[in-house]
Each structure stands twice: as C-alpha cells, then as structure tokens.
Nanobody, 130 residues
Framework: QVQLVESGGGLVQAGGSLRLSCAAS????????MGWFRQAPGKEREIVAA????????HYADSVKGRFTISRDNAKNTVYLQMDSLKPEDTAVYYC???????????????????????WGQGTQVTVSS
C-alpha cells in the first residue's frame, strides 16, 4: 500500500504561482512513476504531468508545457508540481497518483491515463481568479 497526501493548493490570481507537494508513505516511493492529474467540474480527469522513478523522464500536457514543472525527491518521498503563469482554466482539483510501473513510457506507449495509476491522493483544490 502507498498513501499519498497532497498539499499546497489554494486561491491565486491569474499569472501567479503555486507549488503542490505530494508526500508518500508506505512502500518504496522510489520504485514508482508518479503523476499529477486534475479534474474540473463537469470534466474528465486529465493528466497534467508525469515523472518516472528517477526523475529523468517527464511528460507534460500541452496545456501546461512551459508553465508547470514536475519534480521528485526520493529521499523525502515527495513529488512536486511547480505551477507558474497560472490561468483561470487551470482551476481544478489536483490529484497525485502513483504507478507500479517505474517508467512512464514503454514500447511506444505513454502511461498517462488514470487507469495506468494504482494509488491516488485525496486531491487539493486550485482556484485561479481572473
């Protein structure tokens, strides 16, 4: 079992920044790929960013490229999402997720769907005002 707890959400004006953190406990954190997803009201959950076990491979949704940065500190069992130049359309509940698969890419397939992840946090609300 892996327990994930997100923090760092809140209300920010457009153009501002937030840093989300996801603290993991339980099984060996460094063996998991990690992802950040978000879900806005009335919309499906979507990938924001993903990172492999070492931090050496990352993937971003087109909508956040150049504005968000995913990183991890395996010594602290924590994954981060730095969000800059926030826009009102970034408003959503943000979820941290862990995957048994250590990599986020294999055999031509990127593991970016919610079904590819095995453990989920409770979510943290991010609201960007215009």
């Amino acid at each position: 079992q892996v327990q994930l707890v997100e923090s760092g959400g809140g209300l920010v004006q457009a153009g501002g920044s937030l840093r989300l953190s996801c603290a993991a406990s339980g099984r060996t954190f460094s063996g998991y790929a990690m992802g950040w997803f978000r879900q806005a009201p009335g919309k499906e959950r979507e990938i924001v960013a993903a990172i492999n076990w070492s931090g050496g491979v990352t993937h971003y949704a087109d909508s956040v490229k150049g504005r968000f940065t995913i990183s991890r500190d395996n010594a602290k069992n924590t994954v981060y999402l730095q969000m800059d130049s926030l826009k009102p359309e970034d408003t959503a509940v943000y979820y941290c997720a862990a995957s048994f698969k250590a990599e986020i890419y294999s055999g031509g397939y990127y593991y970016l769907e919610p079904r590819d992840y095995d453990y989920w946090g409770q979510g943290t609300q991010v609201t960007v005002s215009s």
